[in-house]
């Protein structure tokens, strides 16, 4: 079997998505949820904001995905003082050519991690979204291409509010995720132990075993199948009934947009193909809206006093919402 139909073939899809996983297991513990969604937002194109309290290995899961994909990775730590030139490039004159030449920036990557993003004032953090929504940066009236594929996996601080800039909101639509990553289980902290004990070493992620499984250009081949998957009509209204949902429910201020709508689907279609299937059920949307809508919707303030967030909205909409069949 050539290497296109292998790669197009949804057991293929599917065994590939399955060895990830397992490879991702090697390296970090208690994440498999995050690894999928983070898989699911590379394959459909998407950006992914992880928010969670330092040291619970956000960094290892986005250097744990570029080695999965054989991707080129770079990593920018957002500051106070960070300048847009930082993140994109400049222009610099040289004086022995007497010729101003282009300096690129560390943006010009395949996977790139904006490390605590919300340090960087707004002027630094717009820098980036030219590069999230067009693939492409301007740098002194010049347009320059970024590589394919192009991803942010960006983090942030929940916790810590001193020096820092919150995202504002076309910003964060630009994610097509936010993972929560939270504290592990005593038992799987334990196994963290154990294995730095028995010498794993995060900074050496091919010694505990990890290679590349996928090439950039079989990711296209794979995006070619993702868009062949099937959505039934009755998928479609129901991704727009939850949409409407939201814009009517009385828990929140602000509900989710068009654009979030489509990043559901989207992200439902790669799902399905991932798990093999070339449909998609209503049990893709359910999975997916949380992560894709929690950073899109806004709550009122009655819901907060409450002790709501934007996942338990999500479970009082889901509850009301008809499935089709």
Same mark, same amino acid.
């Given at each position: 079997?050539?290497?296109?139909?292998?790669? #197009?073939?949804?057991?293929?899809?599917?065994?590939?998505?399955?060895?990830?996983?397992?490879?991702?297991?090697?390296? /970090?513990?208690?994440?498999?949820?995050?690894?999928?969604?983070?898989?699911?937002?590379?394959?459909?194109?998407?950006?992914?904001?992880?928010?969670?309290?330092?040291?619970?290995?956000?960094?290892?899961?986005?250097?744990?995905?570029?080695?999965?994909?054989?991707?080129?990775?770079?990593?920018?730590?957002?500051?106070?003082d960070l300048m847009p030139s930082d993140v994109v490039g400049t222009v610099v004159y040289d004086i022995?050519?007497?010729?101003? #030449?282009?300096?690129?920036?560390?943006?010009?990557?395949?996977?790139? /991690?904006?490390?605590?993003?919300?340090?960087?004032?707004?002027?630094?953090?717009?820098? /980036?979204?030219?590069?999230?929504?067009?693939?492409?940066?301007?740098?002194?009236?010049?347009?320059?291409?970024?590589?394919?594929?192009?991803?942010?996996?960006?983090?942030?601080?929940?916790?810590?509010?001193?020096?820092?800039?919150?995202?504002?909101?076309?910003?964060?639509?630009?994610?097509?995720?936010?993972?929560?990553?939270?504290?592990?289980?005593?038992?799987?902290?334990?196994?963290?132990?154990?294995?730095?004990?028995?010498?794993?070493?995060?900074?050496?992620?091919?010694?505990?075993?990890?290679?590349?499984?996928?090439?950039?250009?079989?990711?296209?081949?794979?995006?070619?199948?993702?868009?062949?998957?099937?959505?039934?009509?009755?998928i479609l209204n129901y991704i727009a009934a939850i949409a409407q949902a939201t814009r009517q429910s009385?828990?929140?201020?602000?509900?989710?947009?068009?654009?979030?709508?489509?990043?559901?689907?989207?992200?439902?279609?790669?799902?399905?193909?991932?798990?093999?299937?070339?449909?998609?059920?209503?049990?893709?949307?359910?999975?997916?809206?949380?992560?894709?809508?929690?950073?899109?919707?806004? /709550?009122?303030?009655?819901?907060?006093?409450?002790?709501?967030?934007?996942?338990?909205?999500?479970?009082?909409?889901?509850?009301?919402?008809?499935?089709?069949?």
């Amino acid at each position: 079997m050539d290497q296109a139909a292998s790669v #197009n073939s949804p057991y293929r899809g599917c065994k590939a998505f399955e060895q990830m996983r397992a490879a991702a297991g090697r390296v /970090l513990v208690g994440q498999e949820e995050a690894v999928e969604l983070m898989l699911v937002a590379l394959l459909s194109g998407g950006h992914v904001l992880l928010e969670g309290v330092p040291g619970t290995a956000k960094t290892l899961l986005a250097r744990t995905v570029a080695q999965l994909v054989a991707a080129e990775f770079g990593r920018i730590q957002f500051t106070p003082d960070l300048m847009p030139s930082d993140v994109v490039g400049t222009v610099v004159y040289d004086i022995q050519s007497s010729r101003f #030449n282009l300096k690129r920036g560390p943006i010009f990557t395949q996977i790139l /991690l904006a490390d605590e993003i919300n340090r960087a004032p707004a002027k630094t953090q717009a820098a /980036l979204l030219e590069a999230m929504e067009e693939r492409q940066v301007t740098i002194e009236g010049n347009t320059q291409a970024l590589p394919a594929p192009f991803m942010v996996i960006a983090t942030q601080n929940p916790v810590e509010m001193d020096g820092t800039y919150p995202l504002p909101e076309a910003q964060l639509d630009r994610f097509l995720f936010k993972i929560k990553i939270g504290y592990l289980p005593q038992a799987l902290e334990t196994e963290v132990l154990r294995r730095y004990h028995q010498g794993f070493d995060p900074r050496n992620l091919g010694a505990a075993g990890l290679k590349p499984l996928i090439r950039p250009d079989q990711m296209e081949l794979m995006r070619g199948v993702i868009q062949s998957v099937r959505v039934e009509e009755g998928i479609l209204n129901y991704i727009a009934a939850i949409a409407q949902a939201t814009r009517q429910s009385s828990d929140l201020a602000i509900g989710a947009s068009t654009r979030a709508s489509v990043a559901l689907l989207l992200a439902a279609k790669t799902r399905a193909a991932l798990y093999g299937r070339d449909f998609v059920f209503p049990d893709d949307i359910k999975a997916l809206l949380p992560p894709t809508l929690r950073h899109r919707v806004y /709550l009122r303030p009655e819901a907060e006093i409450e002790g709501l967030d934007a996942d338990g909205v999500f479970r009082r909409i889901l509850a009301q919402v008809d499935v089709p069949r």
